[in-house]
């Protein structure tokens, strides 16, 4: 069970807008960054989104993310069939004074 | 580029020990924070240990607490995890993982390829 919550799939057709949501506490998303992540399969995951709402350099802009108390969202625009991935949030606890991820999101682009 | 690599994993008894290294390049290592974080055949990502750049803040998930011990060498752009008393549940894909900025606290931004622990 994981300390963030997140919907363990999601789905939309190309073109469409998807978000998928992170939930945690006061100890971790209440007081702290969250950031997200990438995974095709069989591969390392790739940092989308850090520091609420940032974007790395290579992300396009057709991924958002956002945050507001102790819940966030990550939103893909434009959807396209090489966005279907699994989708983890993460950020630091300090209670548990450790990193927490969610559970992850499976995206499938129908 | 920033590129980090894995070794040290393998076949293990419960009971047993491995010592997991990566080596960073292509960053300033010592500016930088890292982490070790796993994934179980088919779960999700789970956070094992962090470390800040200069040591002098490491923290471990409880689940490997008093078994596993993390350590870096700045000089050799290396990071270690020494695992002992591993246990069936330790099964996983090591990724070894460079922090954003010098404290562990900070967002994870780039990960290795990975190294397979198999604890049976």
């Known amino acids: 069970q994981s300390v963030l919550t997140q919907p363990p799939s999601a789905s939309g057709t190309p073109g469409q807008r998807v978000t998928i949501s992170c939930s945690g506490s006061?100890?971790?998303?209440?007081?702290?960054?969250v950031n997200w992540y990438m995974q095709l399969p069989g591969t390392a995951p790739k940092l989308l989104i850090y520091s609420n709402n940032r974007r790395p350099s290579g992300v396009p802009d057709r991924f958002s993310g956002s945050k507001s108390g102790t819940s966030a969202s990550l939103a893909i625009s434009g959807l396209q069939s090489e966005d279907e991935s699994d989708y983890y949030c993460?950020?630091?606890?300090?209670?548990?004074?450790?990193?927490?991820f969610g559970g992850g999101t499976k995206l499938t682009v129908l | 580029e920033v590129q980090l690599v894995e070794s040290g994993g393998g076949v293990v008894r419960p009971g047993g020990s491995l010592r997991l290294s990566c080596v960073a390049s292509?960053?300033?290592?010592?500016?930088?924070?890292m982490h070790w974080v796993r994934q179980a055949p088919g779960k999700g990502l789970e956070w094992v240990s962090g470390?800040?750049?200069?040591?002098?803040?490491?923290t471990y998930a409880d689940s490997v607490k008093g078994r596993f011990t993390l350590s870096r060498d700045n000089a050799k752009n290396s990071i270690y995890l020494q695992m002992n008393s591993l246990r069936v549940d330790d099964t996983a894909l090591y990724y070894c993982?460079?922090?954003?900025?010098?404290?562990?606290?900070?967002?994870?931004?780039?990960w290795g390829r990975g190294s397979l622990v198999t604890v049976s």
């Open positions: 006061n100890s971790n998303l209440g007081i702290n960054i």
């Open positions: 993460a950020a630091w606890d300090d209670s548990l004074n450790g990193v927490v």
């Open positions: 470390i800040s750049w200069n040591s002098d803040r490491i």
């Open positions: 993982a460079k922090g954003f900025g010098s404290a562990p606290t900070g967002p994870i931004d780039y």
């Open positions: 292509g960053l300033t290592f010592d500016d930088h924070a």
